[in-house]
């Protein structure tokens, strides 16, 4: 168990280096305020890439590939979904007096995953500049929505464990 504190306290630290206000879930106080912290980071670094999705929409429409828009869709839709999740959590913190330190453990494994998964996301969006619509767009579009439904995945996933261990 002492193994499992230790890599816990480890992520605990490399998500306070990352994210400003974030204060991790050892205090029962702060687990709210750590909580709206993390989402308000994914969720201004995901409404950069949003408006950068956006931006390429015009040379996307010039494209008259039906697959290709169908699946540009498909990462702007699912986008949009993330976003909202984390604006509108379908979760509410509340305080145990303890969380048990695999539950800890878990909970920062899913939150390192995020922040390594919207980095990924968000340096691959910006190659959609170098990218050939007509050769590579439909497969480079298929790559960023199987990174963002990714990125839902694991939200979706620490979700059901903060309903399940902390409400």
């Known amino acids: ?37 993390l989402r308000e980071f994914f969720s201004e670094q995901l409404k950069k890439v949003e408006k950068q999705i956006s931006d ?60 390594n998964q919207v980095e990924i996301f968000s340096e691959e969006v910006q190659e959609l500049k170098n990218i050939d619509f007509e050769t590579e767009g439909s497969d480079f579009m298929n790559h960023l929505f199987d990174l963002i439904d990714g990125i839902n995945q694991t939200m979706s996933e620490r979700e059901l464990l903060i309903m399940g261990e902390m409400n």
């Not at 890599?7 to 709206?36: C, F, H, P």
């Open 1 to 37: 168990m002492k193994s499992n504190f230790q890599s816990a306290e480890i992520l605990e630290n490399d998500l306070m280096k990352t994210i400003r206000g974030y204060s991790g879930y050892q205090v029962a106080k702060a687990r709210e305020k750590t909580d709206r912290r």
């Open 56 to 115: 390429y929409n015009k040379n996307i429409e010039q494209n008259n590939n039906e697959t290709f828009q169908e699946t540009f869709n498909k990462v702007s839709s699912t986008l949009r979904t993330v976003l909202q999740s984390l604006q509108n959590p379908v979760y509410q913190i509340s305080v145990p007096a303890k969380i048990y330190p695999g539950t800890l453990h878990q909970l920062y494994e899913y939150e390192i995953q995020l922040k």
